[in-house]
Each structure stands twice: as C-alpha cells, then as structure tokens.
C-alpha cells in the first residue's frame, strides 16, 4: 500500500464488498461466528463443517472482479497477522504474540 490513500481506499472498497455480498449470504448468516477485518486481511470463526467453509471459500472468490482470497485454516490454532489465535479443548480464545524464527 504505497500511496497515503490507498488504506482508506481499500477499507471503503472492502466495507462495500462486505454490505453488498457477504452479510446477505445464506452460509455467512449461518456458520459466522465472528468476521473481522483489518484493511484486507479477514479473520472469520466459522461454526459450519468444513464442506460449508470452502462452499463460501468458492463464493468469495468467484463473486467480486479483482478481488482474489486465500484461505489458511485450522482447527485449534491459527496466525492473523503478527498474533497467535488459539483455541483450547473448552472452546475458549486466547492470543499469543506470533514469533518467526529466521
């Protein structure tokens, strides 16, 4: 993001993704437990199985010209920027700094 308006650009342009298709979806409105963003990156819980994850893997993909999403997940720990989501056997959230060794 080389330009000072390209952050504010691309949070208007994600916002407008996220009313117009998102929020409506079927499967979104089902298995979402928690969508946040931060300019580009999504961070979703998804209580659906995993066959409903990549059916709305495919719809984000397929549905917006010039967007392109990947998808990283796991079951009980996953990286989101520079911090450590994980989830313990009671289904409780804690975060950890994430430290990448060189």
């Known amino acids: 993001m080389g330009s000072n308006v390209a952050p504010p650009y691309a949070n208007a342009y994600m916002a407008h993704f996220e009313d117009t298709l998102i929020y409506a979806h079927n499967l979104f409105r089902t298995h979402s437990v928690l969508w946040k963003r931060f300019i580009d990156d999504i961070f979703c819980i998804w209580k659906g199985d995993f066959a409903s994850l990549e059916t ?7 549905s917006w010209p010039g967007l392109d999403f990947t998808m990283t997940h ?4 996953i990286s989101f920027l520079d911090t450590l989501v994980m989830k313990d056997d009671h289904g409780n959230l804690s975060t950890d700094l994430l430290y990448i060794l060189s």
């Open 56 to 62: 709305f893997f495919h719809f984000l993909k397929t």
């Open 74 to 77: 796991h079951s009980n720990q």
